[in-house]
C-alpha cells in the first residue's frame, strides 16, 4: 500500500541516532547530520531501549514522521515505539548490513539520496511479526545465526564491518545444536537444527535468501536447516549464488501465517539482528498493527550489485527449483 505523505517544506523531522554506533559509516553520518542541523531535531540516544522510549514518546506527541539514523538494531528499537501508532519511520542507514533500508530500496551508499528519500515522502506499508513477542519487519533466527551475532562483539563489527560475523561464524561451527521440531498454522511439522524467518526477501545485508517473500502478504516465510556445521554454511552459500537457499536438499522452504520452533534445550534467538535471547519455544506470529515508513516506489528494482559479483565469482550450476513451495493458511 502507498500513498503521498503531505509534509510542509522545509520542516525539522524528529531524528533518533546513536553517537557512540562504532558503524564505520557513524562518522560520515554525523557530518551530514551536522550539515543539515536546521532540518532534524536531533536526539541521541545513551543507553539501551532509549530510542524505543523516544521514539514512543514522539508518536504520543502527534509526529507525523520520527527518523531513525543507524543500522537495524536502531531502526528495530524505534519500530518497537512507534508499534500501534500512526506516526511514520523515515530511515538515514548507517549501519553495518542495513538489510531492512536495502530490502525497500533505500539507498544505503548516500545520506543524501536516502534523505530525499524522506523529503519525497512516498508512504508504504509493511508487515511487522513478532518473535515470543519482540516485533521485527525484516527477519529472525533460531539457533546458528542467533549464536553467531551473539559472538560477535561491537569491535570486530567496527574493525572488519560484516566479515566479524563470518569469523564469529567460524566460531559457532563446531558447536552442536539442539533438535528442534517446527509446528506450522496449519499443524504440520518438520525437524531441523537452525531455523531462519523472513518477512523480507534480504538477509545478512544484500542477499536474497527468502525468494518467494514480500513484506505485505501477512505471511511469514521459513528456511528449516536440517544440517549443521559446515554443511550449513556451504548450503547457504550455494543457494546464494543459485537464487535460492532453499533449492539446497537439505533446507525445507514454508510460507505460513505463524508457526512454533521448539526443543529440549534453549536456544538462541535474534530479531533484525538483535539477539534477544535464549528459549526452549518460540512463537512467531504476525502483529495486529503494520508499520507505515517512507520509501521508493515498490515498483522500482531492487539491485544488488555485491550479491550478482558474489554470484558471478562462485560460478556454482543452478539447480531446479523444488516442484512447489509448501504454503500454510488458516483461513
Known sequence: MSEECGMETPRRYPLIFN?????QKGGKMMKFLMAHGGRFAMHATNHAN???ELAARFAAQGESVVIAAGGDGTINEVVNGLSGSSTTLGILPAGTMNVFARELGIPCDSFERAFE????GLIREVDVFLANGFPFIQMAGVGFDAKVIEETTWESKKLLGPLAYLLAAVKVLGKKPPDMTITLADGSTDKGVAVLAGNGSLYGGPFRFFRN?????SKIDVIVYKEAGYRLVLDSLRGIACGGV????????FQTESFTVRADDEMPVEVDGEWI?????????ES?????????DPDSPLTGSFADAFKSLLQWPRRQPKPELQTTRTR
Open 277 to 285: 535471547g535464549r528459549f526452549s519455544e518460540v512463537e512467531f506470529r
Open 288 to 296: 495486529s498493527c503494520n508499520l507505515k515508513v517512507i520509501a521508493p
Open 246 to 253: 532453499d533449492l539446497s536438499a537439505s533446507t525445507s522452504y
Open 213 to 217: 517473500a514480500h513484506n505485505h502478504d
Open 117 to 120: 528519500v524522506i523529503e519525497r
Open 50 to 52: 532509549e530510542a524505543r
Open 19 to 23: 553517537p557512540r554506533a562504532r558503524s
